[in-house]
């Protein structure tokens, strides 16, 4: 067999953390069974967070409020200016407010679904179970969410839902969110029981014994390579979106932490997973280096449309209201244009491959609100989504109060990530996987407003009795920076850079990035096929090996040195990208995100193969180049049955 189409098959995996009890009493359950930490003995552990988005910042601050000692690591200057502030739309709970007939059921049940029944039963609907209780967190921490005329707050609708649960403030929900972990976790650090680290990148996992008990990390301002011990790691570090190059991710988020925890034992669960969110602004050229994502709370208000004839490019204004498709309203008339993000961007690429997108390339789709602005009026309108429309404006020199937006799908979160069991331990023990690092709760596609919710689940609610349960079952035993796993993992990490250092080559970071992005998005994007991904598997493994021979890296790493930086994260997407290829290749089913030409419906919708690929694909790291081990967690469901999804 061809090396880019091998890999061999292991043991299966299993999740044992999750009570053999009703699925609504499986949280309760668990929690009472955990082994406590007493509180005058948790001053005594010391736990790694790594990350200060919305999982690692309410992790952290969770964690040093219960006592103990946390020593925190991020990437920005500042952690509030992790990429969970970038996150706009809202947040789900099942609060019911509308009494328009939510429940925690109904959350559940629309997650597993819009998930293509590829999520764990067990860890949706305990995330749907304390949704209720994040408002109330947030609340409390006094976010601005919006309210009704009544002093309720205020929801709206999302995606491949028919109620309304989605909280927001304005279009900042993910920044007012962001600010409230920000605060409980600097209150945290004034009171020193949080050790923060910004500007501070982790390059490897320390293991100790088959145990996690530190990281190996670099000062991106001195270059000073150190290791830092403890009794448990956390890892909150968000996606891998950013290897696609173009994606609405910030450009420094990356997945270097997740990969090489992977290349240290964690298994890497459904990598090929990846949404494309169907509205964003529009790639403008080759010079761009990420796209702007416009929040998903838009298709609440406006109506995506294109043109019914091929290469018409007259002006929006300009072509008659007969003379216009509103595709996803006359395909999807239950949902319209609030159907799930994986269907209404394929539904938007379907319309462009028929030439009748618009904008430059004809690469685009209409999002119009000026049905919303008549009924409602302009006032309104800027109410809800003002400051969307003027970040829209200052990009496009376009109004969108008087020309509708133009968007178009792009690489947005990653459903896959490091397997977790109920507890949200990897397979590494002690090494903890929360938020969007993890793979636990979205299945093949996420709904919109679940990722803050997800977050904030596993950071406040989850990980900290989770993590107490497994200090408590596991004697504290020092480690020494002088033992040899330590050793190893520090002299790993400095090889690494003096070899990417050493190369002095004549291709830049930023152009073998540029490459591996537009190869993944043209063979392993919104659609894949089987001569496509084995076409990347063949190209991707002779671009590394062209990177360790060509790439040029200026300076030193006894410095600030962002060329290095870059560096040593494109070696990582190098790795990842073919993992998530093969792991395209070997799903020959389609489901939610991941869609696979040969497998669709007679509507052209994606087909599920539920005999063959109901399971969670967990990937065993055993070299590079080498053909990595298929472990398979099977997916049982007694509560919400595997259909085929209909939103029409």
Known sequence: MPCYASYTTGEPLADTKSPAVAVEDRWDQRRFEASLVNPANRRGYTVIVVGTGLAGGAAGATLAE???????????????????????????????????????????????????????????????????????????????????????????????????RTFYAR??????????????????????????????????????????????????????????????????????????????????????????????????????????????????????????????????????????????????????EDERDYFLERLYPSFGNLVPRDIASRAAKNVCDEGRGVGP??????????????????????ERYGNLFEMYGRITDENPYEVPMRIYPAVHYT????????????????????????????????????????????????????????????????????????????????????????????????SFHRELGELLWNECGMARTDTGLRKALDRIPALREEFWRRVRVPGTGEQLNQSLEKANRVADYLELAELMCLDALHRTESCGGHFREESRTDGGEAARDDTHFSYVAAWEFTGTGVPPVLHKEDLVFEHVHPTQRSYA
Not at 66 to 75: K, L, T
Not at 134 to 152: K, S, T
Not at 221 to 250: I, Q
Request: charged share 20%.
């Open 66 to 164: 219960q006592g103990y000692r946390v020593v925190q690591f991020c990437h920005q200057d500042s952690p509030r200016r992790a990429h969970s502030i970038a996150a706009q739309g809202g947040i789900n709970a099942a609060k019911n407010y509308r009494n328009d007939g939510d429940s925690v059921r109904r959350l559940f049940y629309d997650t597993v679904k819009g998930g293509d029944f590829r999520a764990r039963e067990s860890n949706v609907h305990r995330l749907a179970q304390i949704s209720v209780e994040i408002i109330d967190q947030c609340v409390a921490q006094g976010v601005p969410f919006a309210r009704e005329y009544g002093g309720l707050l205020d929801t709206r609708s999302f995606g491949g839902v028919q109620v309304s």
């Open 171 to 320: 279009g900042q929900t993910g920044q007012q969110l962001l600010l409230g972990a920000y605060q409980a976790l600097s209150r945290q650090i004034a009171a020193g029981r949080v050790e923060m680290h910004p500007r501070t990148e982790m390059l490897d996992l320390v293991v100790v014994d088959g145990r996690a008990r530190g990281i190996v990390a670099r000062d991106l301002v001195t270059g000073r390579v150190e290791v830092h011990l403890a009794d448990a790691v956390v890892l909150g570090t968000g996606g891998y979106g950013n290897v696609f190059h173009l994606s609405t991710n910030a450009k420094n988020s990356n997945a270097t932490a997740i990969w090489r925890a992977h290349r240290r034992g964690a298994r890497f669960a459904n990598p090929c997973f990846t949404q494309i969110h169907p509205t964003c602004i529009p790639r403008s050229g080759d010079h761009q280096s990420k796209l702007t994502l416009m929040s998903e709370s838009l298709r609440n208000d406006g109506r995506i449309w294109v043109p019914k004839a091929r290469d018409d490019r007259r002006p929006a204004a300009g072509i008659p």
């Open 361 to 382: 390339g004809g690469q685009g789709v209409y999002l119009d609100f000026a049905d919303a602005i008549a009924r409602l009026g302009r006032e309104a309108v800027e």
């Open 415 to 510: 459903m896959g990530g490091l397997w977790v069991d109920y507890d949200l331990q990897t397979t590494i023990p002690g090494l903890f996987a929360i938020g969007e690092a993890n793979f636990s709760d979205h299945g093949a596609n996420r709904l919109g407003a679940s990722a803050l919710m997800q977050g904030l689940a596993d950071g406040y609610f989850v990980l900290p009795p989770m993590l107490g349960d497994f200090l408590a079952r596991h004697p504290r035993t020092p480690v020494s920076e002088e033992h040899p796993a330590v050793e190893e993992a520090i002299a790993d990490t400095e090889d690494r850079l003096h070899l990417l250092l050493a190369v002095n080559g004549d291709r830049t970071p930023e």
